[in-house]
C-alpha cells in the first residue's frame, strides 16, 4: 500500500489510524451486518456515537455547559450567512475584520442582511500583515466581532483572540481548531467546517454560547435557527452521520496523541521547521508577516516561477501531493494539519533542498 504525503488544503489528509478504523467497521459495524452509513440517526448505537464524539470534543477543547455543540452541514460559507441572522437584529452594527480571502467572503454574507462595520482591512499589506489593534475602529454596542484565526488561503494566522471588551467573539476556526489550545471562554462562537482539521466534508462544527442562540433569530424558520439544532442535539434533521462518526473517530485519535497540548507541540515543530528552510534559502520565500504566520498552511514561491510546474510534477512524482497554492495566490502552499507527520515535512524540506540544488 503506497500512501502519499498528502499537503492538501481541505478536505485535508486524515489519520492512518482513523481510516483503517473505518474501514475495518465499514460493512459490519458493532456487530450490527451494516454500516455506521445504513443505519438510523435516531437509533441507540448511533446516538451513543453521537454523543461520544460531542463529549470527547468538549473534553479536548474544554467547553463548559454554557456552550451548545452543534453537528451541522452546509460547511463554513453557510455559518458566514447564518451568523448575522441568528446573533444580531436588524438595525445592529456588526464588526468584521478582515485579513484575506475567507473573512473577505464572511463579510460580503453578512452585508448581504447587515449593517458591517470593518474595524481593519489589511488589504494594505496585500493581506500578508495585519492593522495594529490599536487602529482597530470597533463599535462599542457590536453585535459581535467577527474573525477568522487563519486565513487558509494566504497562511495568515492570529495567534491570540482579539480583546473586544463586551462584544462577543465570532471565529471562523476552519482551519486551525483542534490545533491548539484555545481557552473557549473568550468567544461567543467558534466555527468551522469538517474537511480542513476534523474529518470528512460535509460536517460543520458550531461552538456557541447558549444566551447568545435562545432568542433567535426574528422572523427565521426553524432550520435556519441555532436554537433549534441546540434543543435537537443537532437531529432536527438528519445529521451528516458518516461525517460525524469519523470526526468522532478523530477525536479520539487526538485525545491518544496526548490532546491538544501535544497537537500544539506537534504543530509548532512542524512549522518551524519548515519556515526555517525557507528562509534559510534564497530560493524559497513566504511573504507573511513573521507574528502572523500560519502553523497550518504554511505558502511559498520560488525565485523563478517558470519553475512552478517542474516543481509540482516531480514533487508528486516523489509522493509529496497537492502542494499548488490557491489560484489567487499561485506559487505553493503546504497545509500541515493534524495529521500531517515530521515525516512528511522532512521529506517535503529534502526535496526542496534537492530541487533548488539542481535548479538554483
Ligand atoms: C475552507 C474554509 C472555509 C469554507 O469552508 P466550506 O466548508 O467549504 O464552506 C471557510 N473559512 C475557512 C477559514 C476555510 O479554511
Given at each position: 500500500?503506497?500512501r502519499?504525503?498528502?499537503?492538501?488544503?481541505?478536505p485535508?489528509?486524515?489519520?492512518?489510524?482513523?481510516?483503517?478504523?473505518?474501514?475495518?467497521e465499514?460493512?459490519d459495524?458493532?456487530?450490527?451486518?451494516?454500516?455506521?452509513?445504513?443505519v438510523?440517526?435516531?437509533?441507540?448505537?448511533?446516538i451513543?456515537?453521537?454523543?461520544?464524539?460531542?463529549?470527547?470534543?468538549?473534553e479536548l477543547?474544554?467547553i463548559?455547559?454554557?456552550y451548545?455543540?452543534?453537528?451541522?452541514?452546509?460547511?463554513?460559507?453557510?455559518?458566514?450567512?447564518?451568523?448575522?441572522?441568528?446573533?444580531?437584529?436588524?438595525g445592529?452594527?456588526?464588526?468584521?475584520?478582515?485579513?484575506?480571502?475567507?473573512?473577505?467572503?464572511?463579510?460580503?454574507?453578512?452585508?448581504a442582511?447587515?449593517?458591517?462595520?470593518v474595524v481593519?482591512?489589511?488589504?494594505?499589506?496585500?493581506?500578508c500583515d495585519?492593522?495594529a489593534?490599536?487602529?482597530w475602529?470597533?463599535?462599542?454596542?457590536?453585535a459581535?466581532?467577527?474573525?477568522?484565526?487563519?486565513?487558509?488561503?494566504?497562511?495568515?494566522?492570529i495567534?491570540?483572540?482579539?480583546?473586544?471588551?463586551?462584544?462577543?467573539?465570532?471565529?471562523d476556526?476552519?482551519?486551525?481548531?483542534?490545533?491548539?489550545p484555545?481557552?473557549?471562554?473568550?468567544?461567543?462562537?467558534?466555527?468551522?467546517?469538517?474537511?480542513?482539521?476534523?474529518?470528512?466534508a460535509g460536517?460543520?462544527?458550531v461552538?456557541?454560547?447558549?444566551?447568545l442562540?435562545?432568542?433567535?433569530?426574528?422572523?427565521?424558520?426553524?432550520?435556519?435557527?441555532?436554537?433549534?439544532?441546540?434543543?435537537?442535539?443537532?437531529?432536527?434533521?438528519t445529521?451528516?452521520?458518516?461525517?460525524?462518526y469519523?470526526?468522532?473517530?478523530?477525536?479520539?485519535?487526538?485525545?491518544?496523541?496526548?490532546?491538544?497540548?501535544?497537537?500544539?507541540?506537534?504543530?509548532q515543530?512542524?512549522a518551524?521547521?519548515?519556515?526555517?528552510a525557507?528562509?534559510?534559502?534564497?530560493?524559497?520565500?513566504?511573504p507573511v508577516?513573521i507574528?502572523?504566520?500560519?502553523w497550518?498552511?504554511?505558502?511559498?514561491?520560488l525565485?523563478n516561477?517558470?519553475?512552478d510546474?517542474?516543481?509540482?510534477?516531480?514533487?508528486a512524482?516523489?509522493?509529496?501531493?497537492?502542494?499548488?497554492g490557491?489560484?489567487?495566490?499561485?506559487?505553493?502552499?503546504?497545509?500541515i494539519y493534524?495529521?500531517?507527520?515530521?515525516?512528511?515535512?522532512?521529506a517535503?524540506?529534502?526535496?526542496?533542498?534537492?530541487?533548488?540544488?539542481?535548479?538554483?
Amino acid at each position: 500500500m503506497a500512501r502519499v504525503f498528502n499537503f492538501s488544503a481541505g478536505p485535508a489528509a486524515l489519520p492512518l489510524e482513523v481510516l483503517e478504523t473505518a474501514q475495518a467497521e465499514l460493512t459490519d459495524w458493532q456487530g450490527s451486518g451494516m454500516s455506521v452509513m445504513e443505519v438510523s440517526h435516531r437509533s441507540k448505537p448511533f446516538i451513543a456515537v453521537a454523543e461520544q464524539a460531542e463529549a470527547d470534543l468538549r473534553e479536548l477543547m474544554g467547553i463548559s455547559d454554557e456552550y451548545a455543540v452543534l453537528f451541522l452541514q452546509g460547511g463554513a460559507t453557510q455559518q458566514f450567512a447564518l451568523i448575522p441572522m441568528n446573533l444580531s437584529a436588524a438595525g445592529q452594527t456588526v464588526d468584521q475584520l478582515v485579513t484575506g480571502a475567507w473573512s473577505k467572503k464572511a463579510l460580503k454574507q453578512a452585508q448581504a442582511v447587515r449593517n458591517v462595520n470593518v474595524v481593519a482591512d489589511g488589504a494594505e499589506s496585500g493581506y500578508c500583515d495585519v492593522p495594529a489593534a490599536d487602529t482597530w475602529k470597533l463599535t462599542p454596542d457590536a453585535a459581535y466581532f467577527h474573525y477568522c484565526s487563519n486565513e487558509t488561503i494566504g497562511g495568515l494566522e492570529i495567534h491570540d483572540v482579539p480583546d473586544t471588551g463586551k462584544v462577543p467573539v465570532v471565529c471562523d476556526m476552519s482551519s486551525t481548531i483542534l490545533s491548539r489550545p484555545v481557552d473557549v471562554n473568550r468567544f461567543g462562537m467558534i466555527y468551522a467546517g469538517a474537511q480542513k482539521n476534523i474529518g470528512p466534508a460535509g460536517l460543520t462544527i458550531v461552538i456557541v454560547r447558549k444566551d447568545l442562540i435562545a432568542e433567535g433569530g426574528a422572523g427565521l424558520p426553524d432550520i435556519l435557527q441555532y436554537r433549534t439544532q441546540a434543543d435537537a442535539g443537532s437531529m432536527s434533521n438528519t445529521p451528516p452521520t458518516f461525517a460525524w462518526y469519523v470526526a468522532g473517530l478523530v477525536f479520539d485519535w487526538i485525545k491518544r496523541q496526548g490532546g491538544l497540548p501535544a497537537m500544539a507541540k506537534h504543530n509548532q515543530a512542524k512549522a518551524e521547521k519548515l519556515y526555517a528552510a525557507i528562509d534559510g534559502s534564497d530560493f524559497y520565500a513566504n511573504p507573511v508577516a513573521i507574528p502572523y504566520r500560519s502553523w497550518m498552511n504554511i505558502p511559498f514561491t520560488l525565485a523563478n516561477p517558470e519553475l512552478d510546474a517542474a516543481f509540482l510534477q516531480q514533487s508528486a512524482a516523489e509522493g509529496l501531493t497537492n502542494l499548488k497554492g490557491h489560484r489567487s495566490v499561485g506559487g505553493m502552499r503546504a497545509s500541515i494539519y493534524n495529521a500531517v507527520s515530521m515525516d512528511a515535512i522532512d521529506a517535503l524540506i529534502s526535496f526542496m533542498q534537492e530541487f533548488e540544488r539542481s535548479n538554483g
